[in-house]
């Protein structure tokens, strides 16, 4: 009789303990993460995943992989997280996005604030990236003549703007060509400074731009992104204005910023990786770009460097620092 009772009641609870089981034994998605630095908005990635039901440590892992400024590590960081068997890889720029493509074309990486995915030839295009590639792009061409139109609608006067670039990355010659047409209709000449290596002396190029008569300047976004305090310094010292590329700049004591919000696109990249988890391909993904930008000016920035900013483009500034 026993066995007969412990038979019925093995075979009335057996349906609900198989699927508990195999709840407890479903996979938790694990996603990698490549960045320079950490200084990338991750709180808005992390808000989009929540937004998705996605809770860190339970129902996503998330191996966070950070270069320490150092960009030759980039290429280990990446075969380590191939090693992990990730499901996706989040890249943070361009030369995270280049390092994650080298170590692995079956694993899908989705990309942030990637500056010309199309003319570096990363992606087949925005509407069909094809590959193992998908993002955000953040318009870095079309930016770079935006910003040059800017600072002159700030400074009229100004007719000499040095572009501060890394003379080999192609997509910062593409940006280059972009501002130097604008320019002739401006009327103002551009010049060229061009640090080279992981540790350029931005010192020396300063000089080189006081030398050559600048009386403005614009930097690029990719070289001088971990060397904020120091190119705001010597802005401060060599009393030249200066567009920054990241709202980062102006929060340290940089005096004018025009760009995208950056933290939009971190929250945007979550939807790709949701998509990406549940079962969609990369390739049929299309690139994503910025619907948010804004410029921020910093008042007391001018102040120190004895500028006035006209009226019309204080009106026209989404963020001013007082």
Do not use: C
């Amino acid at each position: 009789m026993r066995e007969k009772i412990l038979l019925f009641v093995v075979a009335t609870l057996l349906p609900f303990v198989q699927p508990a089981q195999a709840q407890q034994q479903k996979k938790i998605p694990r996603i990698g993460w490549i960045d320079i630095d950490g200084s990338g908005p991750r709180r808005g990635f992390l808000t989009g995943l929540r937004e998705r039901g996605y809770v860190e440590g339970q129902s996503v892992i998330i191996e966070y992989r950070s270069a320490q400024g150092r960009y030759e590590r980039l290429s280990e960081i990446a075969n380590e997280l191939v090693r992990l068997k990730v499901d996706a890889i989040v890249t943070t720029n361009n030369a995270t996005t280049n390092a994650a493509r080298k170590a692995t074309t079956t694993i899908p990486i989705v990309f942030i604030t990637y500056g010309d995915p199309v003319g570096d030839g990363m992606i087949a295009s925005l509407a069909r990236p094809a590959g193992n590639m998908t993002g955000l792009s953040f318009l870095a061409v079309e930016l770079s003549g935006k910003r040059l139109e800017l600072l002159r609608d700030a400074f009229p006067k100004i007719s000499r703007v040095a572009v501060l670039l890394d003379p080999d990355a192609p997509v910062h010659r593409r940006q280059f060509v972009e501002m130097k047409n604008l320019a002739k209709t401006l009327g103002v000449e551009l010049l060229v400074l061009g640090p080279r290596g992981p540790k350029p002396d931005f010192k020396k190029e300063f000089q080189a731009a006081i030398a050559q008569r600048a009386n403005a300047l614009i930097t690029l976004p990719d070289p001088v992104r971990l060397n904020r305090k120091a190119i705001v310094d010597l802005a401060a010292k060599s009393r030249l204005p200066v567009m920054y590329p990241e709202g980062s700049f102006t929060e340290a004591g940089g005096l004018m910023f025009y760009g995208l919000v950056t933290s939009d696109l971190y929250l945007r990249a979550a939807s790709l990786v949701d998509k990406i988890l549940r079962g969609s391909k990369p390739s049929d993904l299309p690139v994503e770009q910025p619907t948010k930008f804004e410029l921020v000016i910093n008042l007391k920035a001018a102040k120190q460097l004895g500028l006035t900013i006209p009226p019309n483009v204080l009106a026209r500034a989404d963020k001013v620092i007082k």
